[in-house]
């Protein structure tokens, strides 16, 4: 891991963890202060939102600990790495946070029915705490929230959901405060219900909040995909060259980290280079719309429907891991024969690469039925490296030759001649120049006619190499 990367990381987890820490000194302070006038005065509205914040310090210890743990690096027992916690504190946060709606709204039920009377006399001080109260919720949510956008963290970012809601939860409680001592102060017996009243209006905050929450966090312990993000991302890898079609995505996320897994079926003559060229690709268009995600890419070979009768002969040769190469296919009399040139290992014996020849062409008629015979020049496939002399220049041989290059009207010159002794044989190699808009095949045909007269003119030759060019870049 780079060292801008591990400074990066640990920055993250520094800012994280402060902003958790603060965040559960303040519910300390505020759940101590609440619980007090709560009990001074008798308010269900403040004891309500002493159990509230009473469990937002559960939350915040869950939160700061978890953010403790969700950063920390995948090991070999958690290979996707610790990133659930955070959910799973979230869930907790929830679920309390259910419990105390509970209690509110029972308590609220038997003072408003009458079962359970208790007098309330609101004080300055519970006033004073209450506001105390908007003010810290309003400071640390404001700091939480800035904190879970920068690095996605579901953790913070339900402690900064709850209290942002404390501030208006608060504020409902103060109102029924404000009504009871207006109660008091009129004889209006009727006001002095405003404190359950607002304690009920409190539980319905903690509901819709729970609610917002639990599902999020349920969706994410279940692995539920980010919404909209898995059509995105496949419409993505279908418009890469070669990709033709995306079997199976799945996208999964683990605190602030997204894993995304997909099964993609690529053209099956593509080469293993090109299949992982085209595997980076999909990666990076993915982590576009997730950025930072850890992909995962499947790659399954595919026949398509414009492959002609050589790319199926080919497909089935390199799926016995073979590559051929000079295939030609002839139609006689309406039945198709195949001549194909094949490369095997120099050190197998005849009857080895016979063999190997034999289930391959056995192989290929039963993928391509149309085919009715086949033809494979075997060849050896060179696997060390041979000794020769210095690369020299031969006047005589170059003379020999020049009369055949004349023979050739497509050929414009030959340049570059030189002559190699390997292994006691003559090796020959050359550069000849040819019209920019000649037919490949027909270069291929006047380069294997012209080998075939080197030798004839020149028996002394073991093996002749032709490099055809373009007469517009004639000297590379």
Same mark, same amino acid.
């Given at each position: 891991?780079?060292?801008?990367?591990?400074?990066?990381?640990?920055?993250?987890?520094?800012?994280?963890?402060?902003?958790?820490?603060?965040?559960?000194?303040?519910?300390?302070?505020?759940?101590?202060?609440?619980?007090?006038?709560?009990?001074?005065?008798?308010?269900?509205?403040?004891?309500?939102?002493?159990? #509230?914040?009473?469990?937002?310090?559960?939350?915040?210890?869950?939160?700061?600990?978890?953010?403790?743990?969700?950063?920390?690096?995948?090991?070999?027992? #958690?290979?996707?790495?610790?990133?659930?916690?955070?959910?799973? /504190?979230?869930?907790?946060?929830?679920?309390?946070?259910?419990?105390?709606?509970?209690?509110?709204?029972?308590?609220?039920?038997?003072?408003? /029915?009458?079962?359970?009377?208790?007098?309330?006399?609101?004080?300055?001080?519970?006033? +004073?705490?209450?506001?105390?109260?908007?003010?810290?919720?309003?400071?640390?949510?404001?700091?939480?929230?800035?904190?879970?956008?920068?690095?996605?963290?579901?953790?913070?970012?339900?402690?900064?959901?709850?209290?942002?809601?404390?501030?208006?939860?608060?504020?409902?409680?103060?109102?029924?405060?404000?009504?009871?001592?207006?109660?008091?102060?009129?004889?209006?017996?009727?006001?002095?219900?405003?404190?359950?009243?607002?304690?009920?209006?409190?539980?319905?905050?903690?509901?819709?909040?729970?609610? &917002?929450?639990?599902?999020?966090?349920?969706?994410?312990?279940?692995?539920?995909?980010? +919404?909209?993000?898995?059509?995105?991302?496949?419409?993505?890898?279908?418009?890469?060259?070669?990709?033709?079609?995306?079997?199976?995505? &799945?996208?999964?996320?683990?605190?602030?980290?997204?894993?995304?897994?997909?099964?993609?079926?690529?053209?099956?003559?593509?080469?293993?280079?090109?299949?992982?060229?085209?595997?980076?690709?999909?990666?990076?268009?993915?982590?576009?719309?997730?950025?930072?995600?850890?992909?995962?890419?499947?790659?399954?070979?595919?026949?398509?429907? #414009?492959?002609?009768?050589?790319?199926?002969?080919?497909?089935?040769?390199?799926?016995?891991?073979?590559?051929?190469?000079?295939?030609?296919?002839?139609?006689?009399?309406?039945?198709?024969?195949?001549?194909?040139?094949?490369?095997?290992?120099?050190?197998?014996?005849?009857?080895? +690469?016979?063999?190997?020849?034999?289930?391959?062409?056995?192989?290929?008629?039963?993928?391509?039925?149309?085919?009715?015979?086949?033809?494979? #020049?075997?060849?050896?496939?060179?696997?060390?490296?041979?000794?020769?002399?210095?690369?020299?220049?031969?006047?005589?041989?170059?003379?020999?030759?020049?009369?055949?290059?004349?023979?050739?009207?497509?050929?414009?010159?030959?340049?570059?001649?030189?002559?190699?002794?390997?292994?006691?044989?003559?090796?020959?190699?050359?550069?000849?120049?040819?019209?920019?808009?000649?037919?490949?095949?027909?270069?291929?045909?006047? /380069?294997?006619?012209?080998?075939?007269?080197?030798?004839?003119?020149?028996?002394?030759?073991?093996?002749?190499?032709?490099?055809?060019?373009?007469?517009?870049?004639?000297?590379?």
């Amino acid at each position: 891991m780079s060292t801008e990367l591990n400074l990066a990381l640990e920055s993250m987890q520094r800012e994280k963890r402060t902003v958790a820490l603060n965040s559960l000194l303040a519910a300390i302070a505020i759940t101590f202060l609440k619980l007090i006038v709560g009990l001074s005065t008798g308010s269900l509205g403040i004891l309500s939102e002493a159990a #509230h914040s009473g469990l937002d310090l559960v939350a915040a210890l869950v939160t700061l600990l978890s953010v403790r743990v969700s950063d920390k690096p995948a090991d070999a027992e #958690h290979q996707y790495g610790h990133g659930k916690v955070e959910n799973f /504190s979230a869930f907790i946060e929830t679920t309390l946070l259910l419990l105390a709606c509970i209690w509110i709204v029972w308590e609220a039920v038997r003072r408003l /029915s009458g079962h359970h009377s208790v007098h309330i006399e609101p004080s300055l001080a519970a006033f +004073a705490v209450m506001f105390f109260s908007m003010g810290v919720d309003w400071w640390r949510s404001r700091n939480l929230k800035k904190i879970a956008i920068k690095y996605d963290s579901q953790a913070l970012e339900a402690d900064a959901l709850h209290f942002s809601t404390d501030i208006f939860s608060s504020g409902v409680v103060v109102v029924g405060l404000a009504l009871v001592w207006a109660g008091s102060y009129w004889q209006v017996p009727w006001l002095i219900k405003a404190d359950p009243v607002s304690a009920l209006l409190v539980s319905g905050v903690i509901v819709y909040v729970s609610s &917002r929450l639990a599902r999020r966090t349920i969706d994410a312990l279940l692995d539920a995909a980010p +919404a909209g993000y898995r059509s995105q991302i496949i419409d993505a890898a279908l418009k890469i060259n070669g990709v033709i079609e995306v079997e199976r995505a &799945r996208i999964r996320r683990a605190g602030n980290r997204y894993f995304a897994d997909l099964t993609v079926g690529l053209e099956r003559n593509v080469t293993f280079q090109r299949s992982g060229q085209v595997v980076a690709q999909i990666t990076k268009a993915v982590q576009e719309f997730l950025p930072g995600a850890d992909v995962v890419i499947h790659s399954i070979p595919r026949e398509t429907a #414009h492959e002609n009768i050589f790319d199926r002969i080919r497909a089935v040769a390199s799926r016995n891991n073979f590559s051929v190469h000079d295939v030609s296919v002839q139609d006689l009399g309406g039945r198709l024969h195949v001549e194909q040139h094949l490369e095997l290992d120099e050190t197998l014996s005849l009857k080895d +690469a016979h063999d190997v020849v034999t289930v391959l062409e056995t192989e290929i008629r039963n993928s391509v039925p149309e085919i009715s015979t086949i033809l494979t #020049h075997i060849e050896s496939e060179p696997s060390t490296i041979e000794s020769g002399n210095t690369v020299v220049r031969d006047a005589v041989l170059e003379q020999k030759l020049k009369p055949v290059v004349n023979e050739f009207p497509e050929v414009v010159d030959m340049h570059d001649v030189e002559i190699k002794h390997v292994r006691g044989k003559i090796y020959m190699s050359c550069h000849c120049t040819m019209s920019d808009d000649l037919p490949l095949s027909r270069v291929h045909d006047v /380069s294997t006619e012209l080998e075939i007269r080197f030798k004839q003119a020149a028996p002394e030759l073991f093996k002749v190499l032709i490099h055809p060019e373009p007469q517009t870049d004639n000297r590379r």
